[in-house]
T-cell receptor, first 117, second 118 residues
Framework: KAGVTQTPRYLIKTRGQQVTLSCSPI?????VSWYQQTPGQGLQFLFE???????NKGNFPGRFSGRQFSNSRSEMNVSTLELGDSALYLC????????????????FGAGSRLTVL | AQKVTQAQTEISVVEKEDVTLDCVYE???????LFWYKQPPSGELVFLIR??????QNEISGRYSWNFQKSTSSFNFTITASQVVDSAVYFC???????????????FGPGTRLSVLP
């Protein structure tokens, strides 16, 4: 079955602009998480969506937002871009498991590499 | 707070050598899950293994093996007879017990870049 699809794969923006990244999860996966990866900070959790609702949020400013649609596809938006937002943004989907059934395995997409000039 | 430490930033080995990647974690949870992911140059993180805190049995999968020691809070990963295709960044990750039907926050270590030279 198809994996997690992220678009666009690469993009270049300038400071002050905004950007929207898209993630299509594996069919049947209803949970989508977003991570930011930078050389200095490593992999950092941004937020997680399930059933169109944000369930968890990492420690990022309000410029970072996201949403999930009824088909489980998710988008994240970064407004007023700063140079430090240059990063690889990774989306991961997982299949919901009942409580007590163990931690979900995240399946990652190839990422969207954002460069802010 | 949960934390994952991978003290080795970069490792270089020659093909066919064995290599061990270290992972030390901190958590106050009694139930937790440990993971290893591989990130090749393409950028996509690839799941390798998941372990829960109650299962301390070592696991072997082909050339890969994992040593989970709760007493030292370590979950080390060994590649036997390394190959050039093993070159990647390897991440150890920790997750608490999911509290409900959906996912949970993962805490990733900083990663170890493995270079296998021909």
């Amino acid at each position: 079955k198809a994996g997690v699809t992220q678009t666009p794969r690469y993009l270049i923006k300038t400071r002050g602009q905004q950007v929207t990244l898209s993630c299509s999860p594996i069919s049947g996966h209803r949970s989508v998480s977003w991570y930011q990866q930078t050389p200095g900070q490593g992999l950092q959790f941004l937020f997680e969506y399930f059933s169109e609702t944000q369930r968890n949020k990492g420690n990022f400013p309000g410029r970072f937002s996201g949403r999930q649609f009824s088909n489980s596809r998710s988008e994240m938006n970064v407004s007023t871009l700063e140079l430090g937002d240059s990063a690889l943004y990774l989306c991961a989907s997982s299949s919901p498991r009942g409580q007590g059934n163990g931690a979900n395995v995240l399946t990652f997409g190839a990422g969207s590499r954002l460069t802010v000039l | 707070a949960q934390k994952v430490t991978q003290a080795q930033t970069e490792i270089s080995v020659v093909e066919k050598e064995d290599v061990t990647l270290d992972c030390v974690y901190e958590t106050r949870d009694t139930t937790y899950y440990l993971f290893w992911y591989k990130q090749p140059p393409s950028g996509e993180l690839v799941f390798l293994i998941r372990r829960n805190s109650f299962d301390e049995q070592n696991e072997i999968s082909g050339r890969y093996s994992w040593n989970f020691q709760k007493s030292t809070s370590s979950f080390n990963f060994t590649i036997t007879a390394s190959q050039v295709v093993d070159s990647a960044v390897y991440f150890c990750a920790l997750s608490g017990n999911p509290r409900d039907n959906y996912g949970q926050n993962f805490v990733f270590g900083p990663g170890t870049r493995l270079s296998v030279l021909p």
